[in-house]
T-cell receptor, first 114, second 115 residues
Framework: DSGVTQTPKHLITATGQRVTLRCSPR?????VYWYQQSLDQGLQFLIH???????AKGNILERFSAQQFPDLHSELNLSSLELGDSALYFC?????????????FGSGTQLSVL | GENVEQHPSTLSVQEGDSAVIKCTYS??????FPWYKQELGKGPQLIIDIRSNVGEKKDQRIAVTLNKTAKHFSLHITETQPEDSAVYFCAFKPEGSSNTGKLIFGQGTTLQVKP
């Protein structure tokens, strides 16, 4: 168990809908990362938050947004969902920023858009 | 661009044999190279990492080697066991990432260890 909690584990929704994925980092970790894993794209970096502040953005769609709250949990919001958004979404946390930062991943949220 | 090529995509070995997975990265200024193992239904888990100031690092049956000149790094698993069966990902931390720990991942290698 990595100590990173993601909810829900599975999410089934329809095209055009909006969903929210939640992540609780390990106790004491200030950084939260979101990754998308699909069969054809592998593990793609979406966004990084450190202590509530956005630090880096990857190829995150404009329909997607994220935030990190004062209690350090994070939410990833996906809107106007398309079939191609179906994927496994991972959250990872770490307790430092810089060289050699070790990321601890949660078990993921499997999103199915029908 | 920021990318890393990982080979092979699948690897099948007999229990007790060695397994080698290789990666080539794009960013010559990168200096941190971790390897993650992902078991079915779980998130990736860090198994070993190496920084650019060393050429090799070992942890029991697992070793990683780094050739910065060629921009290659490899994962070596010796005396493989059935529980080593999983998907393995290489990754690197791109240049200009001093204020973020974002990693760029390879496409993954599915390792099957046959009893």
């Amino acid at each position: 168990d990595s100590g990173v909690t993601q909810t829900p584990k599975h999410l089934i929704t329809a095209t055009g809908q909006r969903v929210t994925l939640r992540c609780s980092p390990r106790s004491g970790d200030l950084s939260v990362y979101w990754y998308q894993q699909s069969l054809d794209q592998g593990l793609q970096f979406l966004i990084h938050y450190y202590n509530g502040e956005e630090r880096a953005k990857g190829n995150i769609l404009e329909r997607f947004s994220a935030q990190q709250f004062p209690d350090l949990h994070s939410e990833l919001n996906l809107s106007s969902l398309e079939l191609g958004d179906s994927a496994l979404y991972f959250c990872a946390s770490s307790n430092m920023v810089g060289l050699g930062e070790k990321l601890f991943f949660g078990s993921g949220t499997q999103l199915s858009v029908l | 661009g920021e990318n890393v090529e990982q080979h092979p995509s699948t690897l099948s070995v007999q229990e007790g044999d060695s397994a080698v997975i290789k990666c080539t990265y794009s960013d010559s200024a990168s200096n941190y190279f971790p390897w993650y193992k992902q078991e079915l239904g779980k998130g990736p888990q860090l198994i070993i990492d190496i920084r650019s100031n060393v050429g090799e690092k070992k942890d029991q049956r697992i070793a990683v080697t780094l050739n910065k000149t060629a921009k290659h790094f490899s994962l070596h698993i010796t005396e493989t066991q059935p529980e080593d069966s999983a998907v393995y990902f290489c990754a690197f931390k791109p240049e200009g990432s001093s204020n973020t720990g974002k990693l760029i991942f390879g496409q993954g290698t599915t390792l099957q260890v046959k009893p």
